[in-house]
């Protein structure tokens, strides 16, 4: 076995770029968090975390074997339960901002001047405890015992940049924009949010607006955008109007381009307080744009979003519809958070288990996407050609010091399009409908056949 210098060492591996031994150090003294010279001290303890996420979240059995020190399961998950969840949410904040200043200002990385971001939700899995069922709960077509706790997961990622600002774990009937406003906190004045329709509404708008944030967002489907110049609205309390838009015209800026002034509703979104709500403006302009999908193999032909960048000038009708495609990055971003690196299924057993493995995934994220950014500068292609699993490869692998290799780059592909179906057949067994020990119960009781 190694001593703990040359084990801590090999741990590192090029971690220490980003996150030298006296991070976590720094971060236990501002926390006022003592602690003793032991094995598994907190600076082995977080580079054990992260290289075991960094191995695909492999079991903790395995961890002695990669750090080649001699320490048991037990004294492991002691050690990770003794650094609190304010440690994970600091390391975190620093590692992010230390891949952000390698770049900062840099214009090829902003949209016409603005830093872009996607927020969408997901969801993930996590081990059947009673406390996980209480915190997360599970879907009402699983029966109790035969399912798994689903935490909903609220992610806001840079769009050039590729790195994950804000993941917000919540319960599974949890709508995407009960925890938006808490993303806004990761944001500037200029910044332009970009997500579905889910995060379309008058409060989110006006929120945005007050912020002096910008928004581009796919239209709610139960609003009505009619495009025609000059035609009727109904009053913001107008009753029997059924059909007809709840916003006034005000000008159209081309074909399926117009700008209206939005009426406050007077309904209180649930997600907001009364006081909240108040504070918000009567009437809100913003701009609506309609545009056809033309590429083959898209489900959806036409799209209209709702957005609150104004000037037709500087923000075109294509300029904003190519930048509303990019929204679909973000599909790409959380697979591979939960395929690539395997956080579709978490293995802590407690609530604030789960929070610190949440973290400790998003910065191990966080990492490799700043391991993409070197490698596409180095390589002279944009970000998102670099292959992510190769980058999780190498940083895998690297040992401290090591220079950064080229990088496989991925084909561009316009218009692929594949069939949303799978080719391997699962095991045909039946699914879990009663809890698993009354159904071993039911084996052990069954006479042997004849």
């Known amino acids: 076995m ?3 210098s040359q084990a801590l060492h090999h741990l590192k591996g090029n971690l220490s770029q980003v996150i030298p031994e006296t991070l976590p150090l720094r971060i236990c003294r501002d926390l006022g968090r003592s602690f003793r010279q032991r094995t598994l001290t907190p600076a082995v303890t977080t580079y054990l975390f992260l290289q075991q996420v960094l191995h695909g979240n492999t079991a903790c059995s395995g961890l002695r074997h990669l750090a080649k020190i001699d320490f048991s399961d037990s004294a492991y998950g002691q050690a990770r339960a003794r650094l609190p969840v304010a440690f994970f949410h600091r390391l975190l904040r620093a590692v992010t901002s230390h891949c952000y200043a390698e770049d900062d200002g840099d214009p090829r990385l902003r949209w016409k001047g603005h830093r872009v971001f996607l927020i969408d939700g997901s969801s993930f899995s996590m081990p059947d405890t009673p406390e996980l069922q209480k915190e997360f709960g599970q879907p009402d077509a699983q029966a109790p015992g035969c399912g798994f706790p689903i935490a909903h997961l609220l992610a806001l990622f840079d769009a050039h940049q590729g790195f994950l600002l804000r993941a917000i774990p919540a319960p599974y009937r949890t709508h995407d924009m ?9 944001l500037q004045p200029g910044d332009v949010l970009v997500g579905d329709r889910a995060f379309c509404s008058y409060a989110h708008l006006a929120l945005c607006r007050q912020r002096r944030l910008h928004g581009l967002f796919r239209a709610h489907q139960r609003l009505i955008v009619d495009c025609r110049r000059g035609r009727a609205h109904a009053a913001a309390k107008a009753k029997g109007t ?3 838009p709840r916003s006034r015209w005000i000008k159209s800026l081309g074909k399926h381009d117009q700008v209206v002034e939005y009426f406050k509703p007077e309904r209180r979104p649930s997600w907001m307080s009364a006081e909240e709500y108040a504070r918000l403006p009567a009437l809100l302009v913003v701009r609506e744009i309609r545009f056809a999908v033309t590429e083959p193999g898209y489900r959806t032909q036409q799209v209209t ?7 037709a000038k500087r923000y075109s009708k294509r300029a904003l519809a190519k930048l509303y495609g990019c929204r679909w990055q973000v599909e790409t971003d959380l697979r591979h958070l939960k395929q690539t690196m395997g956080m579709d299924v978490l293995r802590c057993e407690t609530y604030v288990g789960v929070v610190k493995e949440l973290l400790v995934f998003v910065t191990v994220y966080n ?5 993409m950014l070197q490698a596409s500068r180095r390589q002279g292609v944009p970000p998102d050609r670099i292959s992510f699993v190769d980058a999780l490869r190498w940083l895998r692998q690297a040992r401290p010091g090591e220079e950064l290799r080229s990088l496989r780059v991925n084909p561009e592909r316009p218009g692929r399009a594949e069939p949303r179906a799978k080719k391997r057949r699962a095991k045909s067994y039946p699914l879990l ?7 071993r119960e039911a084996l052990f009781r069954k006479e042997p056949a004849t």
């Not at 990492?367 to 391991?371: F, G, K």
């Open 2 to 4: 190694s001593t703990i």
């Open 178 to 186: 009960a925890q938006a406003t808490l993303t806004h906190q990761a």
């Open 242 to 244: 059924a059909g007809m």
């Open 305 to 311: 979003v709702v957005t609150t960048l104004l000037d």
């Open 367 to 371: 990492l490799v996407r700043r391991v």
């Open 433 to 439: 409908r009663q809890p698993r020990a009354k159904l």
